[in-house]
């Protein structure tokens, strides 16, 4: 009992700064298109993300079933690579915090991808819990629509498309990495997808755009902190968690995330509503829900 309750903890604890970490992270994004191209901005987090993995991969490579490489190239595809291009491209037209809030729809996918594809035991209970978390990312996405956040919804679009991405891969490491070692999951997964990113940033203009863009350094700066700690980092942390609870628990994050959004709002002096309240309550419930009924 108390093992299992330090265990709890723990998950606890692993959630909370994964929230905080990726809940800062379109802050980043938008810091880091100041400067840069969607395209290159994709590529330089995977490249940074990738360079900072390469010790690990020869740390560990006697340790690696380097026969599994198609496996990890698509948990770093779905996991970090395609989302990263949708994300920095959704960030073009939409803020960071309508960004955030349609991010909440990932454990929506990734209970419907758990039943229908990888076929998990479906319980009632745990529906119950992402239905009242989305719900009360509802609540808030309703209240930014009131004060305009979203200034062209249909680039949400993008947002929506990487859920779907964040899904498959946080499955796709419940089903063929529940053995594996977190930090070899997050460092093979990378490694195999930061030559290509590297290889196009060759040709890009990123020299030029160093040289001449006044902003390029402070932007280079969020892309950075965003790969080492919204990307390396966490994604240890993420796939850690994972293989501690379950793919849907895990994912609930995203529904923490915008809770660390508005935080950051109120810093900034915006007013907490009820109807903020109200949101943030029923997304912990349904956060808590999920949990005790895995």
């Known amino acids: 009992m108390e093992h299992h309750s330090k265990e709890d903890k723990l998950a606890w604890s692993m959630l909370l700064f994964l929230s905080i970490v990726w809940g800062c992270s379109f802050i980043l994004i938008k810091k880091s298109l100041v400067a840069f191209d969607p395209v290159q901005l994709a590529c330089l987090r995977i490249g940074i993300s990738a360079l900072a993995f390469s010790p690990i991969v020869w740390y560990h490579r006697n340790d690696i079933q380097w026969y599994r490489w198609k496996k990890f190239v698509a948990v770093g595809l779905t996991g970090s690579g395609i989302p990263a291009f949708l994300f920095f491209f959704a960030q073009t037209r939409i803020n960071s915090s309508m960004a955030g809030l349609l991010n909440s729809l990932t454990p929506i996918w990734t209970l419907l991808i758990s039943i229908f594809i990888f076929k998990t035991p479906f319980t009632r209970h745990k529906l119950a819990g992402v239905l009242l978390g989305f719900a009360g990312a509802a609540i808030l996405i309703t209240m930014g629509r009131q004060t305009g956040l979203n200034t062209n919804p249909l680039y949400g679009i993008f947002v929506v498309i990487a859920t779907i991405c964040y899904a498959s891969s946080v499955n796709m490491v419940q089903a063929f990495f529940s053995g594996t070692r977190p930090i070899i999951i997050s460092a093979m997964s990378f490694f195999l997808i930061g030559l290509p990113a590297w290889v196009y940033l060759l040709f890009s203009g990123l020299g030029e755009v160093m040289d001449t863009q006044p ?80």
């Open 215 to 294: 902003l390029a350094w402070q932007a280079l700066a969020a892309v950075t902190a965003l790969s080492l700690l919204g990307t390396v980092m966490a994604s240890i942390v993420f796939y850690n968690l994972v293989q501690r609870t379950n793919a849907v628990f895990a994912s609930t994050v995203t529904y923490l995330m915008p809770v660390v959004a508005l935080i950051w709002g109120v810093i900034d002096g915006e007013a907490v509503t009820p109807v903020t309240l109200m949101g943030m309550g029923t997304i912990l419930a349904g956060v808590y829900i999920t949990k005790r009924s895995r």
